[in-house]
Every structure is written in structure tokens, then in C-alpha cells.
């Protein structure tokens, strides 16, 4: 069974950028459609964007952030960060790939990567 590893978090300041991966050691994520989330303190897990045949991004950071796949690793790109992006990211796999749009609910996704801090703070 295949496990899913996120790095690349860290301190940023409001404005700044920030990449985050998930690799899936040993296997070939480009298989899986994956799906970045994060959860903020006292609030529910939320669906950032996800990837399989295409992409898909929440309202809060379409046009900030991009979704890729680059040497059997999906990339989260973060551009022009804000304070309210703070939170732990993970990313998830399905266990079938997605057709058509891949969603963005947490519950649609079976694999959880163990999540890596994001603070965006000056």
C-alpha cells in the first residue's frame, strides 16, 4: 500500500511563496489522483485543489496557487500567501482515479500523507 509524504512547509511572510511536494515513495503517484487539503486551527479540513487529467482549485486560492506533476511528485505552488493560508497541508490520494473534475471533498480521498506546517506571519 502506498503512503504519502509532504515537504516544503514553512515560516513565509504575507506576500511571499511557498512549494510544497507529495511523493509516494516506492510507487508511481502519477497513477493517483491526489488532492492537497489543509486544516487551520478549530476548523474543519478544506479542500485546496487537486489533480488527475487536470486541475481544480478552491475559490480562496485559485490564481495563487498551481497544481503539477514534476519527476513523480505532485507540486503545490503557493504564490502571494496571506496570513489566513495558515494552516496544516496534506496531501491525499483516492484509491481509483477520478474522472471528470477531481473533487475537493477530504472524504472522496483514502491515503493521507502525515501534513507539514504552513505560517504565513510577518
Known amino acids: 500500500q502506498a503512503h504519502f509524504v509532504e515537504s516544503g512547509g514553512g515560516l513565509v511572510e504575507p506576500g511571499g511563496s511557498l512549494r510544497l511536494s507529495c511523493a509516494a515513495p516506492?510507487?508511481?503517484?502519477?497513477?493517483?489522483?491526489i488532492g492537497w487539503f489543509r486544516q487551520a486551527p478549530g476548523k474543519e479540513r478544506e479542500g485546496v485543489s487537486c489533480?488527475?487529467?487536470g486541475t481544480n482549485y478552491a475559490d480562496t486560492v485559485r490564481g495563487r496557487f498551481t497544481t503539477s506533476r514534476r519527476d513523480n511528485m505532485v507540486v503545490l505552488q503557493m504564490n502571494r500567501l496571506k496570513p489566513e493560508d495558515t494552516a496544516v497541508y496534506y496531501c491525499?490520494?483516492?484509491?481509483?482515479?477520478?474522472?471528470?473534475?477531481?473533487?475537493?471533498?477530504?472524504?472522496?480521498?483514502?491515503?493521507w500523507g502525515q501534513g507539514t506546517q504552513v505560517t504565513v506571519s510577518s
Open positions: 489533480i488527475n487529467y
Open positions: 491525499a490520494a483516492t484509491g481509483t482515479p477520478m474522472t471528470g473534475v477531481c473533487a475537493l471533498q477530504p472524504g472522496r480521498y483514502n491515503y
Open positions: 516506492g510507487f508511481n503517484i502519477n497513477y493517483f489522483t
